[in-house]
C-alpha cells in the first residue's frame, strides 16, 4: 500500500500593509488640508477672542479678500512657475513697475485708465515670454534669469519717476471705490477679478491638456521630454502666464493704493512664494493645487488682521509667523518626497 507525501508549501510572501501615517504623507492633498485647516483654526480663535470687536461681521471675512486680492493674483501666476519646477523673482518689481507704469501714463500722458490697462498687461506678458524664452533656449537657471527681470522692471521704475505719482484720475478713483454688494458685506472689484482668475487658473490647470503638461514638466522634466510633450512652450507659458498675472496684480494694486511709486511691492514675490508653499505646491515642482494657493494668501491676510485686531503687536510680527509656516510646510514637504522615494 503506497502512501503520499505532500511537500510542504512555503507561506505566501505579503507585503506589509503601509501604515496610516505613510498612507496619509502619500495623500497629495495633504498639504492643501493642513493649509484649510490652519486656516479654521486660526478664524476660531479670532472669534473667540476678538467677539467682542467685531472680528465676527461678515465684512471682516471678505476684507481679507479685498486686501489682498492683489496679492492673490501674483500667486496665481507663481503657481504656475512652482508647478512647472521653476521660480518666479520678477513679481514684485514688475507690481511696482506696473503701477508706475499706469500712474504715469494715466496722469502724466493723459490717457484713458482703459486705455492703460491693456498695454500694461502686455508689457507684463512680453516681460514673462522673455525670460521664459531666454531660460529654455539658453538653458540659465531660473533664479538667476528672473532675478535680471527682478533689477530690469525696478530699475525701470526709477526711469519712470523717483518720485511717488499720485492718481487723481476720477475714473481710476471710480473704478477703486466700486463694490459688489452682498448682502451681509461687499467686494471691490479688485477682489473679484481675483477671484474669477483664481477660477480660471483651477479650470486651466485640471481640465486642460495644457495644465497637465505643467505637472507633467515639474514632475519629471526627462519623462515629459520623452513622451513627446511641447517642453519649451510650457516653460515660456508658464512664465508668460506669471508676467501677465505680476501686471495684473499691479493694476489692482494700483486701484488699491491709487499711486504709483518705485518701491511699491518691494519685497512681495516672497509673500506671493510663500502664500503658495504654505498652500501646499511642492518647491521641486509637479504637485499642487490653486485651491491650495487662495488658502495661503488668506492665512497670510488672517495673520495680518489678527495682529490689526490686537493692537499691541508689531507689523513685524507677520514676517515672524510667515517664517515659522514656511519652515512647518517645507517639513511637511520634506516628509512626503521621502515618503515618495523610499
Known amino acids: 500500500m503506497s502512501t503520499t507525501t505532500k511537500t510542504p508549501t512555503a507561506p505566501e510572501s505579503r507585503t506589509p500593509?503601509?501604515?496610516?501615517?505613510?498612507?496619509?504623507?502619500?495623500?497629495?492633498?495633504?498639504p492643501v488640508l493642513v493649509t484649510a485647516g490652519l486656516f479654521l483654526a486660526m478664524y476660531v480663535a479670532g472669534l473667540s477672542r476678538y467677539q467682542n470687536y467685531g472680528f465676527g461681521e461678515p465684512q471682516v471675512?471678505?476684507?481679507?479678500?479685498?486686501?489682498?486680492?492683489?496679492?492673490?493674483?501674483?500667486?496665481?501666476?507663481?503657481?504656475?512657475?512652482?508647478?512647472?519646477?521653476?521660480?518666479?523673482?520678477?513679481?514684485?518689481?514688475?507690481?511696482?513697475?506696473?503701477?508706475?507704469?499706469?500712474?504715469?501714463?494715466?496722469?502724466?500722458?493723459?490717457?484713458?485708465?482703459?486705455?492703460?490697462?491693456?498695454?500694461?498687461?502686455?508689457?507684463?506678458?512680453?516681460?514673462?515670454?522673455?525670460?521664459?524664452?531666454?531660460?529654455?533656449?539658453?538653458?540659465?537657471?531660473?533664479?538667476?534669469?528672473?532675478?535680471?527681470?527682478?533689477?530690469?522692471?525696478?530699475?525701470?521704475?526709477?526711469?519712470?519717476?523717483?518720485e511717488s505719482i499720485s492718481i487723481g484720475d476720477p475714473s481710476v478713483s471710480s473704478m477703486a471705490g466700486a463694490q459688489v454688494n452682498l448682502g451681509a458685506g461687499f467686494l471691490s472689484i479688485g477682489a473679484i477679478v481675483a477671484l474669477v482668475v483664481l477660477?480660471?487658473?483651477?479650470?486651466?490647470?485640471?481640465?486642460?491638456?495644457?495644465?497637465?503638461?505643467?505637472?507633467?514638466?515639474?514632475?519629471?522634466?526627462?519623462s515629459a521630454l520623452l513622451m513627446g510633450l511641447p517642453q519649451g512652450g510650457t516653460k515660456?507659458?508658464?512664465?508668460?502666464?506669471?508676467?501677465?498675472?505680476?501686471?495684473?496684480?499691479?493694476?489692482?494694486?494700483?486701484?488699491?493704493?491709487?499711486?504709483?511709486?518705485?518701491?511699491?511691492?518691494?519685497?512681495?514675490?516672497?509673500?506671493a512664494i510663500a502664500a503658495?508653499?504654505?498652500?501646499?505646491?511642492?518647491?521641486?515642482g509637479g504637485s499642487g493645487y490653486v485651491i491650495g494657493t487662495l488658502f495661503g494668501v488668506l492665512v497670510l491676510g488672517l495673520i495680518k488682521s489678527i495682529i490689526q485686531f490686537e493692537g499691541t503687536l508689531s507689523s513685524w510680527w507677520t514676517k515672524i509667523a510667515t517664517g515659522v509656516l514656511l519652515c512647518a510646510f517645507i517639513l511637511i514637504q520634506r516628509a512626503m518626497t521621502t515618503r515618495k522615494k523610499a
Not at 483651477?202 to 526627462?222: I, P
Not at 504709483?260 to 516672497?270: I, K, S
Not at 503658495?276 to 521641486?284: F, H
Request: proline share 3%; net charge neutral.
Open 17 to 30: 500593509a503601509p501604515s496610516r501615517a505613510a498612507t496619509l504623507l502619500g495623500d497629495r492633498r495633504l
Open 276 to 284: 503658495v508653499v504654505i498652500g501646499g505646491t511642492l518647491l521641486t
Open 236 to 271: 515660456i507659458a508658464v512664465y508668460t502666464i506669471s508676467g501677465f498675472c505680476s501686471a495684473l496684480a499691479g493694476l489692482l494694486f494700483t486701484l488699491y493704493i491709487q499711486s504709483g511709486d518705485p518701491l511699491h511691492a518691494t519685497g512681495m514675490e516672497l509673500d
Open 199 to 222: 477660477a480660471g487658473a483651477f479650470y486651466v490647470l485640471h481640465y486642460t491638456r495644457f495644465g497637465r503638461r505643467v505637472y507633467a514638466v515639474g514632475g519629471n522634466e526627462q
Open 61 to 162: 471675512f471678505m476684507n481679507l479678500f479685498i486686501d489682498n486680492g492683489y496679492l492673490l493674483v501674483a500667486a496665481v501666476g507663481v503657481t504656475f512657475v512652482i508647478l512647472s519646477g521653476g521660480i518666479d523673482l520678477s513679481v514684485g518689481s514688475v507690481i511696482g513697475f506696473t503701477t508706475m507704469f499706469t500712474a504715469w501714463l494715466v496722469e502724466r500722458q493723459g490717457l484713458p485708465i482703459l486705455v492703460v490697462i491693456p498695454m500694461a498687461l502686455a508689457v507684463g506678458a512680453f516681460g514673462g515670454f522673455l525670460m521664459g524664452y531666454v531660460i529654455h533656449n539658453f538653458e540659465i537657471q531660473p533664479f538667476i534669469v528672473t532675478l535680471a527681470g527682478l533689477f530690469l522692471f525696478r530699475g525701470l521704475c526709477l526711469v519712470i519717476s523717483k
